[in-house]
């Protein structure tokens, strides 16, 4: 399970960490082209989302890695937890439910690792 927790947590951070830096990076007007949800948005509030996003994706990892407050990869789980519940309803407002569908994947997986991380296998 340990192993499995791992594979999770590489794989969140890596999808997290990529949206997080394109949408830090990018102007919203090259982002409306493929993230059409940016259109609601202020740039600044799809800066912020990006930089929760890369945190969260740098707290599933290193505190993990590096032994230092652990305590910090559930939590960065826990925060994808809420950043995908944002995300689907925002996604629900826009009437797009493939989009919703990513985020209940995308949570669940979170959840899972939130869950593993504060529970039985936590470092």
Known sequence: ???FLWVLQGLLAALFGGAGIMKITQPKEKLKAGLPWTEDFSPGAIKTIGGLELLAAIGLILPAVT?????L????ATG????MIGAALTHLRRKEPPAIAINLVLLALAAV??????GTYAF
């Open 113 to 118: 690792v939130a869950w593993g991380r504060f």
């Open 67 to 71: 032994g230092i407050l652990p305590i």
């Open 73 to 76: 990869t559930p939590l960065a």
């Open 1 to 3: 399970m340990n192993v």
């Open 80 to 83: 994808l937890v809420l950043v």
